[in-house]
């Protein structure tokens, strides 16, 4: 009966036929998924507390919806019944889809990895000093990496296409004018990402330090490749350029302890009395 089933679908039409492995192939990718997702929340149910298998349900849900089905589309593409370049075409859309996914799934593990290290170092205690130093760093070396995984799969994708790729040889060996316009242009981008780097392992400044800066007093909710976010008292945001603590100066009421140091003041009044 099975040998029979297969005879009648060899007999479909080749446009049947390749629909039908397709589905079959994503019906199959979306499965997998689904059951991936079904253990890792019954694993996330039975611990209330932080889990390395939650953080990896939240993360990873969406990027596998997509990635795991297009895997099982690739390998199915070689049994499609497809002239040379119907194949040359379909291939060329699913590597692209790949590569882009796939970044998505590993800027997800960088993520995940995040989580992790948030839950070692948790701010809510006393003395947080040590890993309000340790998180600033794991902020700014997030952000490089996924800025790193991005350019890399730009670059994947680009140099997939013959002319792109000697479109980009050309950039990357050019010379002359091109090339100084490109260094001016670049120059203030890398001064940022310099100035991140100094910041986050020299650290002249942490996540949720209080600072005072152009006359305003608020704590460090952000740091990023490019610039700071300061929450101020009154829940306004300052947002200013990373390099700003490089070159100018400022001040750091938490820099060396967490404990903040205020001044109260009491008015009294004078009685007299009189007879």
Not at 108 to 116: C, E, H
Not at 155 to 168: D, E, Q, T
């Amino acid at each position: 009966m099975f040998e029979d089933i297969l005879r009648k679908l060899e007999q479909l039409p080749p446009f049947g036929w390749n629909i039908l492995l397709a589905a079959a192939a994503v019906l199959t990718g979306f499965l997998f998924q689904s059951l991936v997702h079904i253990l890792l929340r019954v694993y996330a149910r039975a611990n209330l507390n932080y889990s390395l298998f939650r953080s990896a349900l939240n993360r990873l849900n969406n990027p596998l919806t997509w990635f795991l089905p297009l895997v099982t589309l690739n390998f199915t593409v070689d049994l499609m019944k497809l002239t040379k370049g119907e194949y040359a075409v379909i291939d060329k859309i699913i590597g692209i889809l790949l590569i882009v996914t796939f970044s998505i799934v590993l800027i997800a593990f960088v993520k995940i990895f995040q989580d992790f290290l948030y839950h070692v170092y948790d701010l809510n205690k006393a003395d947080n000093l040590r890993e309000r130093k340790i998180r600033t760093q794991i902020q700014f070396i997030k952000k490089l990496v996924i800025s790193l995984i991005v350019i890399l799969a730009i670059g994947a994708v680009l140099f997939s296409f013959k002319s792109l790729r000697s479109i980009g040889t050309g950039l990357l060996t050019g010379v002359g004018i091109s090339g100084i316009i490109v260094g001016f242009a670049a120059q203030r981008s890398l001064g940022n990402l310099l100035a991140g780097f100094q910041i986050a392992f020299t650290q002249p400044l942490r996540l949720d330090d209080a600072l005072v800066v152009e006359g305003e007093f608020g704590r460090v909710e952000e740091i990023t490749l490019t610039y700071v976010v300061l929450s101020l008292w009154d829940q306004r945001r300052l947002i200013l350029p990373i390099n700003y603590f490089i070159e100018k100066p400022f001040q750091n009421w938490t820099r060396t302890t967490a404990e903040i140091m205020g001044a109260v003041f009491f008015a009294s009044r004078l009685h007299r009395s009189f007879r």
